[in-house]
């Protein structure tokens, strides 16, 4: 097919011209003097992008999930008790990861079409009088739903309810995209994947590691080996790796950094948050509700839009995918084929995402889903627009 294939699915995410070309090189020696500048450099950046003075920065060869089992093999011990949450495939996921390492997890299970209620956090942990949570595991932006959880509100809630937790939270597809305060929330860990804010290729795994976690790490004695974070800690100090890095990615991870700083993290937010909001009219104007019931915890990454009874999400998939070389987001878990999802995080713009509208439009209505064709298109435009219009010109 001629033209570029549009991947607007909620990550991997397009990779600019400008990273692959970072990418573009020779590979070099590991163990050499090249090495310490650029692991410098994106350390300082990453701090960045985690809002973190105090955060320590560990990279892994690995994906987001790969990022997961660190974070739970260094900071917990089998047998201890954490408390997770079940509003989704990825905070299942996380809850699964403690729990296939021997720790005991109750898993609270939540409807998908939400972020993780406060309240219920401080409820849960008023009940454990005598702090038998080790950790409160938390996905902040859940990809198969489209819903994000108010972080400062379950700091809020830990700090309510007077307890000890550690806060460990997935930030995979909300890292550079969304607002991320690490310091100020109390995050102790945070992880992450190269493959969606970031803009790069899949393969590493991102954690910003905070004091109390760190100190955790050297008491448990939980196996680990590859993903034991206290060797890569230390050589990330003098600019190397204890494994052979991906040498290549950390090029792209500088160039993706520097872009980010180029537009400036606040602008990036915001951008996103645009753009998203141009999606959601659009979909409005389909007639088709979100997964994502609760306005206030839209996500600003993706949108998973629910397709009607009798119809099939996995169908609009095939049909962009065959006839307008547009990717687009399956339902996953329990939402497989009652939803598909859009993601509109990364690099993109404003015509990007009215062509993935107008794509999405032509394969609904291919797949037999009855919408009005180009009224999608036109209740983003009309949201892009609004920047431009002064009050008098309105
Ligand atoms: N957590 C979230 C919120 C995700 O969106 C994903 C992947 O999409 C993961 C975890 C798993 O990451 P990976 O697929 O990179 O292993």
Redesign the pocket.
């Known amino acids: 097919m001629s033209g570029r294939h549009f991947l607007q699915i909620?990550?991997p995410t397009n990779v600019p011209e400008r990273i692959l070309r970072a990418m573009d090189r020779s590979v070099i020696d590991h163990r050499g003097g090249e090495l310490p500048p650029l692991v410098f450099e994106i350390v300082t950046g990453l701090r960045r992008i985690f809002q973190t003075r105090a955060g320590a920065i560990a990279l892994f060869p690995?994906?987001?999930?790969?990022?997961?089992e660190a974070a739970v093999v260094n900071t917990l011990q089998p047998g201890e008790r954490v408390l997770a949450f079940n509003n989704?495939a990825?905070?299942h996921?996380?809850a699964e990861v403690a729990r296939r390492h021997g720790m005991v997890v109750d898993e609270v299970d939540l409807p998908w079409d939400r972020g993780v209620p406060p309240d219920l956090v401080a409820d849960a942990l008023r009940a454990d009088a005598g702090h038998t949570y080790r950790a409160v595991l938390v996905?902040?932006?859940?990809?198969?739903t489209g819903a994000t959880t108010d972080l400062a509100g379950i700091r809020r809630a830990l700090d309510a309810a007077q307890h000890p937790a550690m806060l460990l939270v997935?930030?995979?597809?909300?890292l550079a995209s969304l607002e991320f305060r690490f310091d100020e929330w109390g995050v102790d860990v945070a992880l992450a994947?190269s493959?969606?804010g970031l803009m790069l290729p899949?393969g590493l795994?991102i954690l910003c590691i905070g004091p109390r976690a760190l100190r955790r790490s050297e008491e448990v004695t939980t196996p680990r080996a590859f993903f034991d974070w206290r060797p890569v800690l230390r050589e990330m100090e003098r600019g190397y790796f204890p494994y052979t890095p991906a040498t290549l990615l950390l090029y792209g991870l500088r160039e993706a950094l520097r872009m980010l700083e180029e537009e400036g993290l606040p602008q990036v937010i915001a951008r996103q948050r645009r753009l998203a909001d141009a999606v959601r009219a659009g979909v409005r104007a389909w007639g088709l509700p979100l997964q994502c019931r609760e306005p206030a915890e839209y996500s600003h990454t993706l949108t998973a839009v629910v397709v009607p009874e009798g119809t099939d999400s996995d169908a609009v998939r095939r049909a962009a995918e065959a006839h307008f070389n547009l990717s687009l987001g399956a339902g996953l878990g329990r939402l497989a084929g009652r939803v598909f999802r859009i993601g509109h995080l990364g690099a993109l713009n404003d015509l990007e995402v009215l062509a993935t509208l107008a794509g999405t439009e032509l394969a609904m209505t291919v797949a037999g889903i009855r919408i009005p064709v180009g009224g999608g298109v036109a209740a983003a435009q009309e949201v892009l627009l609004e920047r431009y219009r002064t009050p008098a010109g309105r």
């Open positions: 909620p990550g690995a994906s987001g999930t790969g990022a997961t989704g990825f905070s996921g996380f996905v902040h932006n859940e990809t198969s997935d930030a995979v597809s909300s994947g493959q969606k899949p795994g």
